[in-house]
């Protein structure tokens, strides 16, 4: 039997290249990740298919947050805390916590990740993490496939005005949501698959 998880990610705004320079480059997107220019992740959520099982983490970014970010997500990095909208969070260096979600989801047998942009980002990202911390193939190991679900939504909705998450939450008649927040995105993925597989 099949495990399906619904993954997103947050990721700082202040980027590095492939070399891992210091020098600040353009915002994340899925623009920047085909040029090569990968975001530090802030945050990773990910949800099992009946919404029972969940993984969120904050991560410690590398770097220093780009002021414009922190608006935006609520994240705030001082150099040695984590704050979410006023509150500090636990946040773990991203060797640990990638560590504790690859022991996580080990836990569950044939896992697909799913993600929204999966292909052109969050799959690129997070894999590039996993290969800078020496973990991608203990990963590997145990995720069995990753899909991305707008490439199955641009199949079985072919003309929609747009994919972008928020705008297939509202097609789908779903509730106004944080699309910054990892948790948030994570649980609206899973509302938006379970409208179009049904």
């Not at 320079?21 to 298919?49: F, K, M, Y």
Request: aromatic content about 12%; glycine content about 6%; overall charge negative.
């Amino acid at each position: 039997m099949e495990e399906y998880f619904f993954l997103s990610r947050e990721a700082s705004p202040e980027l590095f290249s492939d070399t891992d320079s210091d020098v600040t480059l353009p915002p994340s997107s899925p623009r920047s990740v085909i040029r090569n220019i990968i975001p530090h992740i802030t945050q990773i959520a990910c949800l099992g298919c009946g919404g029972k099982t969940e993984f969120s983490t904050y991560i410690l970014p590398k770097l220093p947050m780009d002021p414009g970010a922190e608006k935006a997500t609520g994240i705030v990095f001082d150099g040695s805390y984590l704050v979410v909208k006023g509150q500090r969070v636990d946040a773990v260096p991203i060797k640990d916590e990638l560590k504790n979600f690859i022991s996580w989801i080990s836990q569950f047998e044939n896992v697909f990740l799913i993600a929204h942009s999966g292909r052109i980002f969050y799959f690129r990202v997070l894999s590039f993490a996993l290969q800078n911390c020496g973990l991608q193939s203990k990963f590997t190991e145990c995720v069995t496939r990753c899909v991305d679900s707008l490439t199955v939504i641009k199949h079985k909705f072919p003309k929609l005005n747009s994919y972008k998450q928020e705008c297939l939450a509202s097609h789908f008649g779903l509730p106004n949501y944080n699309a910054l927040n990892a948790e948030d995105d994570v649980h609206m993925l899973h509302q938006i698959v379970s409208c179009y597989a049904e």
